[in-house]
């Protein structure tokens, strides 16, 4: 009982705050622009707009920050239109062109970025993603492909019983998404006897040669152009090899889904015990297959 009257009480106090707030920000005028909080301009759906005034009255900045959209499960819903309403920033802004020390944008290149591969001017790593030729023609990342939603109060999950599941420890986006794309190429498992840079030649310089026979069932998931995938990689086997090691940021490879394909041998090869038959449920655009004998699948 007593718990609850605190409880109650801390809530009237919160109120009574946010009604001092309102007060304060209405008789806004006269205070000076740095003490007024920051304002968003966007009315979103949901259990916000019944606190707040009607028609385009200002959104008040924690609570767009804390807005259920941020969090399971509402993230998961999520258009790439509802983010930006508030994110213009991510795709709007570019990089500088010259730094704040004073060295100008092209003389700072990366050595990956004076290869042959690498377009246009330099790009924010959001662009880089969602914007550039290369991203919209081969891939269809959303915002939510890599942002699952990130407590910015708790940042590991089970510290508590009501906290929210899946928290990758201040980290906004799950590392192993970006080890998808951004990988070690996995020679072994191909039964090549080197690094493709190294022996590339011997086999024609093309990875569709072999995978026109071998794992044929790929890149069936609702952030990649299939179809413009295999195109550019029957081009140039660089556009292959651009999300599969051309582009490691990582000394691993990823442990990819190992997808049944037509003509797949039943025995499943040691390396494989451990891997899932299926890509991540929330990026599957097909619907389940039947699991196939003998893998366990490690899923997620
Ligand atoms: C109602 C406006 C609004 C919407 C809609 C919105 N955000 Fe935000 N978001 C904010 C504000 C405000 C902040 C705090 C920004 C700051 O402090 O710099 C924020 C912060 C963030 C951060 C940084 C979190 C951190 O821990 O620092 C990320 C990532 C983010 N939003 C992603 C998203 C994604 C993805 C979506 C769509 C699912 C989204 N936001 C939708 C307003 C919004
Ligand atoms: C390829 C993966 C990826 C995609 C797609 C992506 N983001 Fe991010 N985003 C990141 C990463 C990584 C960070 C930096 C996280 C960190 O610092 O821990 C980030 C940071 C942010 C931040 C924090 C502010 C900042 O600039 O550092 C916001 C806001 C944000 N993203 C919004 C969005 C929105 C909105 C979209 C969709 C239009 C989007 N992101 C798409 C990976 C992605
Ligand atoms: C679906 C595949 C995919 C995923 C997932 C992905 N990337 Fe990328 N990334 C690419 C491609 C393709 C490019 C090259 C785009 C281009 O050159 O226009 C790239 C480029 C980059 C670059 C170079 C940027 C530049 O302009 O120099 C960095 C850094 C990067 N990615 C980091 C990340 C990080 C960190 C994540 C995870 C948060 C991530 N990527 C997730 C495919 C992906
Ligand atoms: C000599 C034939 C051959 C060539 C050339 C080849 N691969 Fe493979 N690749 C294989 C075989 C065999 C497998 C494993 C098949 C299985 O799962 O049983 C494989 C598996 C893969 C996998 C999945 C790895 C995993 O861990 O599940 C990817 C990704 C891949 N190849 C990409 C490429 C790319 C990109 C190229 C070109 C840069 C390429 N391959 C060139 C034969 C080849
Ligand atoms: C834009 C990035 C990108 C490009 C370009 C790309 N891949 Fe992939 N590839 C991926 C991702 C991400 C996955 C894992 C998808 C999933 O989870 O099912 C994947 C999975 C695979 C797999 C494993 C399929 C399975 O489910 O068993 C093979 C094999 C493969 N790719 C070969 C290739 C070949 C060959 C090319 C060129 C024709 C290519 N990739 C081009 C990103 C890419």
């Known amino acids: 009982m007593r718990s609850q009257h605190r409880v109650f009480a801390t809530l ?67 258009t790439n239109a509802q983010c930006l309403a508030c994110h213009q920033e991510v795709v709007a802004q570019r990089v500088r062109s010259v730094t704040p020390a004073g060295l100008r944008t092209e003389d700072t290149l990366a050595w990956y970025q004076t290869l042959e591969v690498y377009e246009g001017e330099q790009e924010t790593f959001h662009r880089r993603h969602l914007v550039t030729p290369m991203a919209t023609e081969l891939m269809n990342l959303q915002c939510t492909t890599c942002h699952q939603g990130n407590d910015p109060r708790e940042e590991a999950s ?5 906290t929210q599941e899946g928290l990758i420890l201040r980290k906004h986006v799950d590392p192993n998404i970006c080890l998808m794309c951004h990988g070690k190429f996995d020679y072994e498992v191909m039964n090549l006897p080197g690094p493709w840079h190294q022996h590339a030649e011997m086999f024609g310089n093309s990875c569709t040669g072999c995978h026109a026979a071998f794992r044929t069932t790929r890149h069936d998931v609702n952030f990649l152009k299939a179809e413009a995938i295999e195109a550019a990689g029957e081009r140039s086997a660089d556009s292959c090899y651009g999300c599969h090691g051309g582009r490691s940021w990582y000394r691993i490879a990823y442990p990819y889904p190992r997808n049944a394909w037509p ?11 451990e891997r899932p038959t299926e ?6 655009t097909h619907s389940e297959s039947t699991p196939t004998a003998g893998a366990t699948a490690g899923s997620q």
Not at 263 to 273: C, S
């Open 158 to 162: 089970g510290g508590a019983a009501d």
């Open 12 to 78: 009237t106090c919160a109120a009574l705050l946010a009604l001092t707030g309102i007060v304060l920000m209405s008789s806004g005028a006269a205070q000076s622009v740095s003490e007024q909080p920051e304002m968003t301009f966007w009315h979103p759906p949901g259990p916000h707009v019944m606190g707040t005034p009607r028609g385009p009255a200002p959104f008040p900045y924690d609570a767009a920050r804390w807005h259920p959209i941020h969090f399971q499960p509402a993230i998961s819903q999520a």
């Open 263 to 273: 003509g797949m041998p039943e025995a499943v090869p040691e390396w494989a015990r």
């Open 279 to 284: 890509s991540q449920e929330r990026f599957r």
